[in-house]
């Protein structure tokens, strides 16, 4: 496995990145509403993307024929934006990438549309918060098992399970690089605290938990594209693009959160 060190100047035009999918994930939610279908929020972050003077890093990514995915409730990512008209109550995992001067960024927010229930509120928080406490072990020196198992024990401690057959990933000029981070420990997806690659100033990752509050096990629809929960229980999904710094990692799309 060769992972790749991005330079200083590599990774300032990817913070520019970041930039730009935090802006366009925050258009996105800001415009999110009962009655709303899947498919404005496409056309929302196409026409963002544009104006950014940015492309869209899932389009066309394998025949992905959208700009955003968009997963609702029990679909856990990959969701495509079409006709299904959102609801009061219902959850939505916006997950987006946009490519900039030959750079990607990479993130996913989970947010409730309308009023949502304070089960699928407690979800969020703590999906949310694996994300934190894997962004938080991703230090320099670090292995990339312990960034699993950050992830895996916050989860777990707030009663959720850890989606495990879809991972985090290396991302820089291409979307999908070395290497894959799992969100689990358990064989034979994820890797155990201690092992795995050596974590390095200058890597760039993205970290992308997956929690549900049933079982871990997924199905894919009809589709071939959106993943949902095999028994039908709620899903969230949180990421972030990060760098890896002698110190705390900086994360290229925090404004997701603003």
Not at 47 to 63: H, N, P, Q, V
Not at 204 to 216: F, Y
Not at 228 to 250: M, R, V
Request: with cysteine.
């Amino acid at each position: 496995m060769s992972i790749e060190i991005k330079s200083e100047k590599e990774i300032a035009v990817m913070r520019q990145a970041g930039r730009i999918v935090a802006e366009v994930l925050r258009i996105l939610t800001d415009h999110l509403k009962p009655g709303m279908k899947t498919k404005e929020l496409d056309i929302i972050a196409i026409r963002e993307l544009k104006r950014l003077g940015a492309e869209s890093s899932f389009k066309g990514y394998r025949d992905y024929p959208a700009t955003v995915c968009v997963s609702v409730n029990d679909e856990i990512v990959h969701g495509i934006p079409g006709d299904r008209v959102m609801k009061n109550g219902d959850i939505v995992a916006l997950d987006f990438g946009a490519i900039y001067k030959g750079f990607q960024g990479d993130a996913a927010v989970t947010v409730p549309v309308g009023e949502a229930s304070p089960e699928a509120m407690r979800l969020i928080e703590a999906t949310r918060g694996s994300l934190e406490s894997g962004i938080a072990a991703a230090r320099a020196g670090a292995k990339l098992g312990d960034v699993c198992a950050a992830i895996q024990n916050y989860a777990e401690s707030r009663g959720y399970s850890v989606v495990r057959e879809y991972t985090g990933h290396g991302i820089g000029r291409k979307m999908h690089e070395d290497p894959q981070i799992p969100n689990s420990t358990e064989p034979p997806y994820g890797l155990k605290p201690g092992t795995g690659p050596l974590l390095k100033k200058g890597m760039t990752l993205a970290l992308e938990p997956m929690l549900n509050v049933g079982d871990w096990h997924t199905r894919v629809a009809d589709d071939r594209w959106t993943v949902l929960t095999a028994d039908g229980s709620l899903s969230a999904h949180f990421e972030h693009t990060i760098a890896i710094n002698n110190a705390e990692p900086e994360v290229l799309t925090r404004e997701v959160y603003v």
